[in-house]
């Protein structure tokens, strides 16, 4: 039993974990959802073997769509709107 268990089964009445995680792990569970993201500037860190230079590519491929659309939320309106489209 975990901690999502409980939380769909009312034995608690919240789950933290940093953001990336709680959304992967909830992805399956349609009756929860993340219900605030707090900044929290954890960093996160990525392990993988130093030969595996594929993987290292795809790696850094990722983080550079991923910073392109950090820069986009942040510039949303205070209002959390978001961009019409975010590439």
Do not use: Y
């Not at 790696?59 to 489209?85: F, H, V, Y």
Request: some cysteine; proline content about 5%; glycine content about 4%.
């Amino acid at each position: 039993m975990t901690a999502l268990d409980d939380l769909e089964m009312g034995k608690v009445e919240l789950v933290i974990k940093l953001f990336p995680v709680i959304s992967w792990l909830i992805k399956d569970r349609p009756e929860l959802e993340v219900a605030m993201d707090v900044p929290t500037h954890e960093k996160l860190g990525i392990a993988f073997a130093l030969d595996n230079v594929e993987l290292c590519d795809v790696i850094n491929d990722a983080l550079q769509t991923l910073e392109k659309t950090m820069a986009n939320w942040q510039s949303c309106g205070r209002d959390g709107s978001r961009p019409e489209s975010i590439t």
